[in-house]
C-alpha cells in the first residue's frame, strides 16, 4: 500500500520555466492538499480539494494553479517559476467525516530550487 | 481570522527533563486539533488528536478551549523525541473544511 506518493522528490527548474508536480494516492480519499514548507513559516495551504473535479483555493495560492480530474491525482502547476517559489512541497490526503476529525496522510515531499 | 500559533520555533531540553510546545488557535466554532511529527529525513505523521484522548509516545495534549490552546507535553522527554512538531486545526474555514498548520516548533533533545 502506497499511501500519498509525490513526483518528483527533487527539481531545479530556472526562472520562467514551468513545471507540474504529481500526487497520487490510493486510500480513495475525497480531500487532498498541496502545502508549502519554507522556514519559519510552517506548512502553508497553496490549494486544496474536496472531491474529483473540484478545486478551491488556500492561503498562499498565486503562482500556482492546480487540477483534480482524477480522484487519485492532484497536480499542482507552476506556469512561470519564481524563485520566491523554491521550497518543499507536500501533498495530503484524508477523508474526513462531517466534524473533520480523520488523520491526514502526507506525501514524502518534493524539494523544488528556482534558480 | 482561524489561524494556529506556535510561539516557539525552537525548542532545546536535556533528556529526561519534561517538555512542553505551545499551541494556540483561533476559532469560531468546535474545531477539530491535532499535533504532528516530523522526523529527520521522514514525512510528516500523526502524532495525536484531541477527540483520542490518548497517549502516543508518552505525548499527551489536552484541548482548553477557555485559553484556547491545545499543548503538547511529555513528562521525560527522549533523544528519539527530537524533531519538528506542527499543530494543526481542522474545521470550517470560508465555506470550506481545511486543514491548517501553525509555523512548527523543532525540538531538540540534549543527551
Known amino acids: 500500500n502506497a499511501g500519498v506518493t509525490q513526483t518528483p522528490k527533487f527539481r531545479v527548474l530556472k526562472t520562467g520555466q514551468s513545471m507540474t508536480l504529481l500526487c497520487a494516492q490510493d486510500m480513495n480519499h475525497e480531500y487532498m492538499y498541496w502545502y508549502r514548507q519554507d522556514p519559519g513559516m510552517g506548512l502553508r495551504l497553496i490549494h486544496y480539494?474536496?472531491?474529483?473535479?473540484?478545486?478551491a483555493k488556500g492561503e498562499v495560492p498565486d503562482g500556482y494553479n492546480v487540477s483534480r480530474l482524477k480522484k487519485q491525482n492532484f497536480l499542482l502547476g507552476l506556469e512561470s517559476a519564481a524563485p520566491s517559489q523554491t521550497s518543499v512541497y507536500f501533498c495530503a490526503s484524508s477523508y474526513p467525516d462531517r466534524r473533520g476529525n480523520t488523520e491526514a496522510f502526507f506525501g514524502q515531499g518534493t524539494r523544488l530550487t528556482v534558480v | 481570522a482561524q489561524r494556529v500559533t506556535q510561539p516557539e520555533k525552537l525548542l532545546s531540553v536535556f533528556k529526561g527533563a519534561p517538555v512542553e510546545l505551545k499551541c494556540n488557535y483561533s476559532y469560531s466554532g468546535s474545531p477539530e486539533l491535532f499535533w504532528y511529527v516530523q522526523y529527520s529525513r521522514q514525512r510528516l505523521q500523526l502524532l495525536l488528536r484531541?477527540?483520542s484522548r490518548e497517549s502516543i509516545k508518552g505525548f499527551t495534549a489536552d484541548l482548553n478551549k477557555g485559553e484556547t490552546s491545545f499543548h503538547l507535553k511529555k513528562p521525560f522527554a527522549q533523544e528519539e523525541d527530537s524533531a519538528m512538531y506542527y499543530c494543526a486545526l481542522s474545521g470550517i474555514i470560508q465555506g470550506a473544511q481545511k486543514l491548517v498548520f501553525g509555523q512548527g516548533t523543532r525540538l531538540t533533545i540534549n543527551p
Open positions: 480539494s474536496v472531491g474529483e473535479g473540484t478545486t
Open positions: 484531541h477527540i
